[in-house]
């Protein structure tokens, strides 16, 4: 039976006709566990994801693998990016059980959904193989498959468990944070570790934020010199923007090739604050080139965006992307074609597969001769033209809530800073870029009505939908807090009041339903579905914790509003994570980030005029801005704005008015004296 035809999930939709008898995660199959007395296969991937396309093909494709799962099994297949739930609570297991994780993840469970063995990928002969132990050991050792099973839901409730030991988040701690960054940095190819590696993107915003509090020279150049190596390897689609997931090597040489979202979301961020803080072009044309990855490739008109770009394309891995000198040559004839090797290193022997060669670009041409750099731009635009007519990787077109309110987040950064910046000083240039905020500022609002509309109902948030129908699966912490700093952000750079409503009636909800004892958040509400475990990951990983989310989102909301509670809520969240900050910076990114913000206060900052787009208050409180800080500007005592509320015209001129921690200096009518506030 295909019961998987009416998912929302494209990844559920490439099983739709496996020869495996797959179920949704439901009730129902694990009642048909129980009443046939078999064990539950639970497989977790998602679409983007190379090895469980290879799973895919080499096992659930397989007429006789089916029929082992079939005779033996209740198979349930599950999209992580839709029940990110389900898969915090098997991957905790799996890594109690190997050490390790990853996807695809392969989970045997018993029919109340207790994991007894855990693993991840495994070819065709094994998985046949384990397959038929774990089906004898259920018939023939029972007791002993469900002892294991009690001591691996043990082990998941301790790791799942909230109330640990909590801490203020000073500024030592982070000063610490930042030391111990610096100390695991990769000095050679910038980032941290080794292969494969996964761009560090919520640690460079905290760096950068660290650099403005304290001004240290040394966390803006781990934070600049990991930027352009990203920037300038593999990792960057050099010819239409966006990053992929992570390297497979240190040097950020060969990518593996899917796109994803929230990368570069979070990576768009990176480098608009680093443009705004050093002007850096190879930052502001690499910012420019992600919104236009985001608004071109990924949204979905009339929606939001979607979740990625696989890996494969036509099941090869690169095919999109790799070239040889002999096919530049092809598109770009004799001379152009040499030139564009040598930048963009595609060398006869290759960096890839096949001798194919990812293109990295060799040097720095931002700030080149203009010749050069029109040169350049002319091979990219006719390499891009060749490359569209190749076969092209498929979209997971799934719309997740809190990613799509990173995006939010990101573009209202990029667009902001865009206005306040001006469009540069050369006219290509200042077209593309002013061409490129129009199209993603559409995107963003369109995302951003999407999740307002659909995602959500009767007052509480739904984690995906897919071609305008949302899905049932809830929203999880991460959802409310990623969507509620969306739709702050939304407030400050619209002024309308109907945005940061919606974000205090999201945060509301988060308050009220996700809360733990002592100050922490479980990732799923009061009244979801019960799982073995209630999840509440306080790390931050891929994406920020569902922890670091609601508290990024609380403290702009505070100091939108002015009220106190929010600020306090966040504090106390923030102390539940502090001392993961102090021992292990690398997984608390998005929390540090958030703990500069606020002991920077953060600033509030209003500006009360008739032209909030072109008025000179308005770009200088943008390009200044302290870390965190918010920043509404519009008429006095504009409704729903309570920034502007009692806030006037100073002898009939904007006016700037700065306060901290609820505290304001007195309005100034002049940039300068603005500056000098912040």
Not at 95 to 105: D, R
Not at 263 to 287: E, F, I, K, S
Request: proline share 6%; aromatic share 8%; glycine share 10%.
């Amino acid at each position: 039976m295909n019961r998987l035809a009416s998912a929302t999930s494209p990844y559920l939709l490439q099983h739709a006709d496996n020869p495996v008898d797959w179920w949704p995660w439901c009730d129902e199959a694990f009642a048909e566990a129980k009443r046939r007395d078999v064990p539950v296969l639970i497989s977790v991937g998602y679409s983007a994801c190379h090895w469980c396309h290879v799973m895919a093909h080499e096992s659930f494709e397989d007429p006789g693998v089916g029929k082992l799962v079939n005779d033996g099994f209740v198979a349930i297949k599950v999209d992580r990016e839709e029940r990110p739930d389900v898969d915090a609570v098997y991957m905790t297991a799996t890594q109690a059980m190997t050490g390790q994780g990853g996807w695809p993840m392969t989970v045997f469970a018993a029919p109340d959904g207790t994991p007894f063995f855990c693993g991840t990928y495994f070819p065709k002969p094994n998985f046949v193989r384990l397959l038929e132990s774990v089906g004898t050991a259920w018939q023939d050792q029972r007791e002993a498959v469900l002892r294991q099973g009690a001591a691996v839901v043990k082990a998941i409730g301790g790791a799942q468990a909230v109330g640990g030991p909590t801490a203020p988040l000073t500024a030592e701690l982070l000063d610490a944070a930042a030391a111990q960054l610096a100390k695991e940095y990769d000095r050679s190819n910038g980032g941290f570790g080794g292969a494969p590696k996964f761009p560090p993107h919520m640690n460079l915003l905290f760096l950068l934020r660290h650099h403005q509090r304290t001004g240290s020279a040394e966390s803006l150049e781990i934070a600049r010199h990991t930027a352009e190596a990203m920037a300038r390897g593999g990792l960057n689609d050099q010819l239409a923007g966006g990053f992929a997931r992570y390297s497979v090597d240190e040097h950020w040489t060969v990518p593996h090739f899917e796109k994803m979202l929230y990368d570069n979301a979070l990576l768009l961020r990176v480098y608009t604050q680093l443009w705004r803080l050093t002007g850096d072009p190879l930052a502001r044309r690499v910012a420019r080139d992600t919104a236009r990855f985001l608004a071109d490739e990924l949204h979905r008109p009339g929606e939001g965006f979607a979740s990625a770009l696989d890996a494969d394309t036509e099941g090869v891995e690169g095919l999109t992307y790799a070239w040889t000198p002999a096919q530049l040559v092809e598109v770009l004839g004799e001379s152009d074609g040499r030139w564009a090797a040598d930048l963009f290193t595609v060398t006869e022997a290759g960096t890839f597969e096949h001798g194919t060669s990812v293109l990295r670009l060799a040097r720095d041409v931002d700030d080149a001769d203009p010749a050069v750099r029109g040169r350049w731009q002319d091979v990219v635009r006719r390499l891009l033209t060749a490359r569209d007519n190749r076969p092209q990787p498929a979209r997971d077109d799934k719309v997740v809530a809190a990613w799509n309110g990173l995006a939010i987040t990101a573009i209202a950064e990029f667009v902001r800073l865009v206005q306040a910046q001006g469009v540069g000083d050369e006219e290509a240039d200042a077209n593309l870029l002013e061409g490129v905020t129009i199209v993603a500022d559409g995107a963003m609002r369109d995302a951003a009505e999407h999740l307002a509309g659909v995602h959500l109902v009767d007052g509480r948030l739904r984690r995906v939908s897919r071609d305008g129908v949302v899905g049932a699966p809830a929203g999880v912490l991460e959802d409310y807090g990623c969507v509620a700093e969306a739709f702050c952000a939304m407030h400050q750079l619209t002024g309308e009041g109907r945005w940061l409503e919606l974000a205090g009636e999201l945060l509301d909800t988060a308050l009220a339903r996700f809360a733990a004892p002592g100050g922490g958040f479980y990732d799923t509400a009061d009244d979801a579905e019960r799982l073995v475990a209630r999840p509440a990951d306080p790390t931050d990983n891929a994406t920020p914790s569902g922890r670091s989310a609601i508290v990024a989102a609380l403290v702009a909301y505070a100091a939108l509003t002015g009220e106190n509670r929010y600020r306090e809520a966040a504090e106390a969240a923030l102390a539940t994570v502090a001392p993961i900050v102090a021992r292990h910076a690398r997984f608390a990114g998005y929390a540090a980030a958030v703990g500069e913000a606020l002991l920077s206060g953060p600033y509030e900052i209003a500006v009360v005029t008739d032209d909030p787009a072109g008025d000179p208050l308005v770009a200088a409180a943008y390009r200044h801005a302290p870390p965190g800080a918010v920043v509404v500007a519009g008429r006095p005592d504009q409704p729903g704005v309570p920034l502007l509320a009692d806030r006037l015209l100073v002898d009939g001129r904007p006016a700037a008015y700065v306060c901290r921690g609820f505290v304001c200096q007195r309005p100034v009518t002049t940039v300068e004296d603005l500056r000098a506030q912040l």
